[in-house]
């Protein structure tokens, strides 16, 4: 009994030691090295070691030469410890996402990132990819992603909206309309594809759909007004060419997305 004890001990002392020892420029390093995408980079501040396996960062953030993609702050993690020697990090983990949370697990090693991530009540104006792409306003945001790789799914959901009318390339997108939007969004490394996003507002309904490929929009929005929306002039005329039935339109958005 005596020697299962001592060498319960001598176990638990390794794996402590080697916490220990493992120095924090390694697992920011893992970190940042865990996103294989020439276009986008990992940045980690303030990241400090915890007791019991548990890592800290102040801010961790996905950007791109030009600009933040989006932000994640006060970040803690639980890690396997065991996981460590082969220089990967597998880990649970939660923190803020503007004025919301999220939470979930990920797996972290040199060249590749898998994690399953939920967050809730964030902010648009906390997702700053959003506003390179011409989307501003307001609104609260829930969902979750899956990611493998550059592979990943992510499905949300946007309440409350009041966002401002888009036009890309003279084509109108009236997003200011819709108060609640739901989609379903697949990522394929260098390819976005809208399975299924439907807005919805006061007397309106739209369907958002089609592919973004290399930086290159194919998307169409179906536009389907009721009645009071029909009678209302200052809805019908920036999108009354785009009319291809009564109370149906149909708006293509083309053109280069730069991020």
């Known amino acids: 009994m005596k020697k299962v004890f001592f060498l319960l001990i001598a176990v638990i002392f390794v794996i402590w030691g080697m916490w220990i020892a493992f120095p924090v420029t390694a697992m920011e390093s893992i970190i940042e090295d865990s996103i294989n995408n020439q276009k986008a980079v990992i940045a980690v501040k303030g990241l400090k070691k915890g007791l019991f396996y548990r890592l800290y960062a102040d801010n961790i953030v996905l950007k791109n030469a030009k600009s933040d993609?989006?932000?994640?702050?006060?970040?803690?993690?639980?890690?396997?410890?065991?996981?460590?020697?082969?220089?990967?990090?597998?880990?649970?983990?939660?923190?803020?996402?503007?004025?919301?949370?999220?939470?979930?697990?990920a797996s972290?090693?040199?060249?590749?990132?898998?994690?399953?991530?939920?967050?809730?009540?964030?902010?648009?104006?906390?997702?700053?990819?959003?506003?390179?792409t011409g989307i501003r306003g307001k609104g609260t945001i829930s969902?979750?992603?899956?990611?493998?790789?550059?592979?990943?799914?992510?499905?949300?959901?946007?309440?409350?909206?009041?966002?401002?009318?888009?036009?890309?390339?003279?084509?109108?997108?009236?997003?200011?309309c819709f108060h609640t939007i739901n989609g379903?969004?697949?990522?394929?490394?260098?390819?976005?594809?809208?399975?299924?996003?439907?807005?919805?507002?006061?007397?309106?309904?739209?369907?958002?759909?089609?592919?973004i490929k290399d930086g290159v929009m194919d998307l169409r929005m179906e536009v389907m007004?009721?009645?009071?929306?029909?009678?209302?002039?200052?809805?019908?005329?920036p999108i009354a060419r785009y009319q291809v039935s009564p109370g149906y339109y149909l708006i293509p958005i083309k053109g280069a997305l730069i991020f």
């Open 143 to 176: 969902g979750r992603i899956t990611m493998t790789d550059q592979n990943g799914h992510v499905n949300f959901l946007v309440n409350n909206a009041e966002l401002e009318p888009l036009v890309f390339q003279d084509v109108p997108a009236p997003l200011n």
């Open 108 to 132: 972290l090693s040199r060249k590749m990132v898998t994690m399953n991530l939920d967050f809730s009540q964030a902010q648009l104006r906390d997702l700053q990819f959003l506003a390179i």
């Open 225 to 237: 007004p009721q009645k009071l929306f029909l009678e209302n002039p200052l809805f019908l005329s």
């Open 69 to 105: 993609l989006i932000s994640l702050n006060s970040v803690l993690a639980t890690i396997d410890p065991l996981r460590l020697m082969a220089l990967r990090m597998d880990m649970s983990v939660y923190g803020r996402l503007g004025e919301g949370n999220f939470s979930g697990d």
């Open 184 to 211: 379903s969004v697949d990522i394929e490394r260098n390819s976005i594809h809208l399975v299924s996003v439907s807005l919805e507002g006061q007397n309106i309904f739209a369907r958002l759909r089609g592919d």
